[in-house]
């Protein structure tokens, strides 16, 4: 057997990504380390190949667009129910701002495209499935993104999740059924991330989810 080295350090990368998310699975840095740990795996370019095979999503890269820059003021004065409303009161429950959130890296390759949108994105998926910010929520949310972009992040975010609550002997069922709910929306559902929904924030999200197949009342 070959020994291959870059794939030895890759993986080693990995566990000590998990191994960070274990210890703070409530901080957002820890998820980015996750995620920083994947940059340049072979599982991260099957996920990057087969989003490039959605006709959206390469019709979106080849267009090079980008959303505007969030103006939190203007989206809190959006009607009560749109998205954009809807965001930012998420947003300032959880004392984020869109910065903190923003990929602030520049984009020369598909491949950065697709983890630019995928940041950017994360809270706003939130807001149109319904998932909750909580364990459930989070792990039912990327559930639902594993089904929708083969996410690699999302494999590894739902095994600690699920390690952790075993190792805490917390009840399971509640993370279960949000997998389950969060696999069936992914499925049933279009691609969230190939479509412009920063150029809809006022859009009611009774319409948005109408238009991505999603449950128009969704729960957690």
């Not at 989206?75 to 429950?93: C, V």
């Not at 598909?110 to 630019?116: F, L, M, S, W």
């Not at 009840?171 to 499925?187: I, Q």
Request: glycine residues 8%.
């Amino acid at each position: 057997m070959r020994f291959n080295l870059q794939q030895r350090l890759q993986s080693l990368r990995m566990v000590a990504g998990l191994a960070a998310f274990l210890k703070n699975p409530t901080e957002l840095e820890s998820v980015f380390g996750v995620a920083r740990s994947l940059q340049g795996s072979p599982l991260a370019s099957q996920m990057q190949r087969h989003l490039l095979e959605n006709p959206a999503m390469a019709a979106l890269v080849a267009e090079g667009w980008r959303p505007a820059p969030i103006d939190m003021a203007q989206l809190a004065a959006l009607p009560e129910g749109s998205l954009g409303r809807t965001y930012a009161e998420q947003l300032q429950r959880l004392n984020l701002t869109p910065d903190s959130l923003i990929d602030p890296r520049p984009i020369s390759s598909p491949a950065e495209y697709i983890t630019h949108r995928l940041r950017e994105t994360h809270d706003i998926i939130h807001v149109l499935t319904g998932f909750g910010i909580d364990g459930p929520g989070e792990l039912g949310l990327q559930a639902f993104n594993l089904a929708q972009v083969r996410s690699p992040l999302a494999v590894l975010l739902i095994f600690g999740g699920l390690l952790g609550t075993l190792q805490d002997d917390e009840p399971l069922e509640p993370l279960l059924r949000a997998l389950a709910r969060g696999f069936a929306m992914g499925l049933e559902a279009r691609c969230l991330i190939t479509f412009k929904l920063e150029e809809g924030w006022e859009r009611p999200l009774a319409d948005w989810r109408r238009e991505l197949g999603l449950p128009e009342t969704p729960l957690a």
